[in-house]
């Protein structure tokens, strides 16, 4: 009896993979989606920083441009403040004692002192 002998050519390959499109992990799609995400989150970082920015430069120049009126009003309530001084010196002593040697006006300084120094 002869003996079977494999077909001329031989078999066919066995087909042992799935037939089936690739799914899940992309990396070149993931990464791409990862590179927008992070120019646009680049994006809205420098336009936000360039707004502070501006917000920072104007309130400077509001602030330049407001001295002189607070600096005015400042020294309308020095000389409210010196009048009012000078009348009460003198309805208490009965007349302007000169503290300095001048007419100029010196404008008064406020600070607080210790009562006992030691060194």
């Given at each position: 009896m002869?003996?079977?002998?494999?077909?001329?050519?031989?078999?066919?390959?066995?087909?042992?993979?799935?037939?089936?499109?690739?799914?899940?992990?992309?990396?070149?799609?993931?990464?791409?989606?990862?590179?927008?995400?992070?120019?646009?989150?680049?994006?809205?970082?420098?336009?936000?920083i360039?707004?502070?920015?501006e917000?920072?430069r104007?309130?400077?120049?509001?602030?330049?441009?407001?001295i002189?009126?607070?600096?005015?009003?400042?020294?309308?309530?020095?000389v409210?403040r010196?009048?009012?001084?000078?009348?009460?010196?003198?309805?208490?002593?009965?007349e302007?004692?000169?503290?300095?040697?001048?007419?100029?006006?010196?404008?008064?300084?406020y600070?607080?002192?210790?009562?006992?120094?030691?060194?």
């Amino acid at each position: 009896m002869p003996q079977d002998m494999p077909p001329v050519g031989g078999y066919d390959a066995v087909q042992y993979k799935r037939n089936l499109p690739a799914r899940g992990f992309r990396p070149a799609a993931i990464l791409a989606g990862c590179g927008v995400f992070m120019i646009y989150g680049w994006y809205k970082l420098t336009k936000g920083i360039r707004e502070q920015n501006e917000y920072a430069r104007e309130k400077m120049w509001s602030r330049i441009h407001l001295i002189p009126a607070l600096q005015a009003e400042e020294d309308r309530d020095q000389v409210r403040r010196y009048l009012a001084d000078q009348a009460r010196e003198k309805e208490l002593l009965g007349e302007n004692l000169k503290v300095y040697h001048t007419d100029r006006f010196v404008r008064p300084t406020y600070a607080a002192t210790p009562e006992n120094v030691t060194k």
